[in-house]
């Protein structure tokens, strides 16, 4: 039941990657063809699907803005109160000025046509428009000419044609003086003081008209007609060729083919349930114990959706370069987890995604292969900063090294190299680093154990270790040397020998209660199990087991190492005292439930080889006098036995790793019970 849940579980991941991943794909497979000007087209010939407009260039659309608002003519406002308001202030001040009675008909006479022909002059200044010489240094001056608003009709005015403030009034004064032809400046200082500018820029008219000329500009010029050859195979691309590529690439990504986009789209599923039914394969066979674990597998699958997510919206919002792109964190993560295996087909599937994304072609393919496959072979030991930077070198020297390659390939000279590029390339090495502080997080939203955790683990200062050599040191001295006996099986037959060997140095850590109890504690002649029955020696033994995991969970111990404490023993029998049992009481039926461990069985390779070496290191130690006959028939016996009590039946490991543990464990006990040479006794 439990794997049935497992295994429909993986199937509901898979079929949501497969989804997210299709809707993050472009809208038509053609949109990641990588072309530039005076390079070769390498694909098929292109034709036009429907007729659509060519865009102009970036830069042409930015001199028209430009000459738009460097040529734009200001508006200016006039106002029509103010001749009104300023001529009625004039004859008020007039009067006062040159009262009536103070003078005589003649002068009167005089006062009065001054008046007359000064407020028709006003009249005429205010009508033509006054313009403030701060206004006219500001926005006339570099244009040239204004747009005049009066009333509900547009002028346009030259530059040599205004009038400012100064010119009205020194026209004023000539044409007074020239009209009365007698002193007037009394007059002319008191007309003059009621001239001012009635004539002001207009920013939200003029603001206006350049947001509707900007919005008018046209972004295409001419057009491509449906069926028409776009561009050829091996045809050089210039300008006129390359702005319709582009215009192409808009027409298709705008969803004007919507009848070709769900043909698209079916391909892009096809093509993503086809790549992640072999990624599920590989899992099923080469990784179960992840498959099986939907944990484990939704963290694996969430690294890949999220690195193909992050490059659509990289194209999507398009970014300075996609080269820096950090598509190494993903091996590198996986790596540290479970291992090269996994790593590289993650990272594979991953990368061959990308490619119908990013808009580079092949290079992109092959450049990003390259730098992962060295991330991953370089990054044994990620516990190590001075590996891990070491590693980060050698992926900025594969990407620059394949750049320069792929450049010298496609152009035949070193010449058009970008500088910028490489140093983006560097901006994605940098980026990989995220990729050590992302572990400790991903260790705990997911539950998985890393090599650096590892590492960590095995330091025999460790408080349980700690406390097992000082209160078991027996038990674990057995620890110790089964850590290294496991190390070497795993590293023989590709398991993780890293969690092999903490898992057995972990794996009797229960022991720690009641350590007299176990014979590898005990002293020469001390046997505690004298005053117990068989039944309770053999629940004090199993005990072990639960107690382990309550000690691990307290010291908070990965899961990973708390299952290696859980199966090591699997559900087999206490085998010396259900015997010892069966032959005091041969007439009862014994319940043979109550001398067995409670499980689970190993389930994966690492445990699987704890649970052979366990039992084969603990059992050479009561033969008397070990031979190589002796312990190779010793080693099949006890290996016999497990699998006949199908303890092994649940684990990832095949015969054929079988029978590998078996070879590799009766050479290291061979090493181990090695003959001695005898010294002859000292007679003198």
């Known amino acids: 039941m439990r794997k049935l849940v497992s295994r429909i579980l993986a199937v509901l991941l898979f079929l949501f990657s497969i989804g997210i991943v299709t809707s993050l794909m472009p809208e038509i497979g053609n949109a990641n063809r990588n072309y530039q000007i005076e390079k070769a087209w390498k694909y098929d010939n292109l034709y036009s699907p429907a007729t659509f407009p060519i865009l102009k260039p970036a830069e042409n659309i930015e001199k028209e803005k430009r000459m738009i608002l460097n040529h734009e003519i200001p508006f200016f406002s006039l106002d029509n109160t103010s001749a009104h308001r300023e001529i009625q202030s004039l004859i008020k001040d007039f009067e006062k000025k040159f009262p009536a009675d103070d003078y005589s008909n003649s002068t009167r006479n005089l006062y009065n046509k001054l008046e007359t022909i000064g407020t028709k ?42 009038w400012s403030e100064d010119k009205v009034k020194n026209w004023l004064a000539d044409t007074i003086n020239k009209a009365i032809l007698s002193d007037s400046k009394t007059f002319d200082s008191l007309l003059l003081s009621h001239i001012h500018a009635n004539v002001h820029y207009d920013s939200t008219t003029t603001n206006t008209d350049i947001r509707e000329k900007l919005a008018d500009i046209s972004e295409t010029f001419g057009a491509v007609e449906s069926g028409e050859l776009i561009v050829s195979r091996g045809q050089i691309i210039d300008t006129s060729t390359y702005q319709k590529l582009l215009s192409y690439d808009k027409l298709v990504n705008s969803g004007v083919r919507k009848n070709h986009n769900w043909f698209t789209l079916s391909g892009y599923l096809i093509l993503s349930l086809i790549l992640f039914l072999i990624f599920g394969k590989f899992l099923k066979i080469y990784a179960p114990e992840v498959f099986s674990r939907p944990r484990q597998l939704l963290f694996i699958l969430l690294l890949i959706i999220g690195q193909i997510f992050l490059t659509s919206w990289a194209v999507r919002f398009n970014i300075p370069s996609y080269y820096a792109i950090p598509f190494c964190i993903i091996p590198i993560i996986l790596r540290t987890f479970f291992g090269t295996r996994l790593a590289l087909y993650a990272h594979l599937l991953t990368v061959m995604l990308a490619s119908f994304i990013i808009p580079l072609g092949n290079e992109f393919t092959v ?62 090495v940098f980026l990989t680093l995220l990729a050590y502080p992302l572990i400790p997080l991903f260790e705990k939203l997911f539950g998985v154990v890393s090599d650096i955790s ?16 000082i209160e078991a040191p027996g038990t674990f001295q057995h620890s110790m040397m089964l850590a290294n006996i496991t ?15 903490v898992g057995s140095l972990y794996h009797d850590i229960g022991k720690l209660e009641n350590p007299q109890y176990f014979i590898e504690n005990q002293r020469a002649g001390e046997n505690p199990h004298k005053d117990l029955s068989f039944e309770e020696s053999a629940n004090i033994i199993i005990a072990h087991v639960k107690t382990g995991v309550r000690l691990a969970r307290k010291n908070r111990i990965p899961k990973e190492i708390q299952d290696f404490i859980r199966t090591h023993h699997g559900t087999s029998r206490v085998e010396y005292f259900y015997r010892s049992q069966l032959n005091i009481d041969k007439s009862e039926d014994i319940d043979e439930s109550l001398s067995r461990y409670p499980g689970p069985k ?33 080693i099949d016996k006890l290996i016999k036995q497990k699998k006949d009590d199908q303890q092994l039946s649940d684990a990832d490991i095949t015969y054929a790793e079988i029978t590998k543990v078996k070879a590799i464990l009766k050479k290291l006990m061979h090493d181990i019970y090695h003959a001695r040479i005898e010294y002859p006794e000292d007679h003198t």
Do not use: C
């Open 487 to 501: 190390e070497s099986i795993a590293r023989s037959i590709g398991a993780n020998e890293l969690l092999t060997k």
């Open 367 to 428: 450049l990003t292969i390259m730098s992962g496959l060295v991330a991953i072979f370089t990054n044994i030991k990620a516990h190590y900063w001075s590996q891990f930077f070491t590693s980060l070198g050698l992926i900025l020297a594969t990407y620059i090294a394949g750049y320069l390659s792929i450049h010298l390939l496609q152009t035949g000279t070193y010449h058009g190299i970008k500088l910028s590029d490489i140093g983006w390339l560097g901006v994605n």
């Open 602 to 634: 190993p389930t994966t390779k690492e445990m699987a080889i704890l649970m052979m070496a366990d039992t084969v290191e603990a059992a050479s130690r009561s033969l008397k006098n070990p031979t190589t006959d002796t312990i190779d028939k010793l």
């Open 121 to 162: 002059l006003m009249q005429e200044a205010f009508d033509r428009g006054i313009f403030s010489a701060q206004e006219m240094t500001d926005y006339i001056q570099k244009a040239g000419k204004v747009k005049l608003i009066n009333k509900r009709f547009i002028k346009e005015v030259n530059y040599a044609d205004i």
């Open 454 to 469: 590892l590492f960590e683990l095995q330091d025999l200062s460790k408080p349980l270790l700690k406390r097992l050599s």
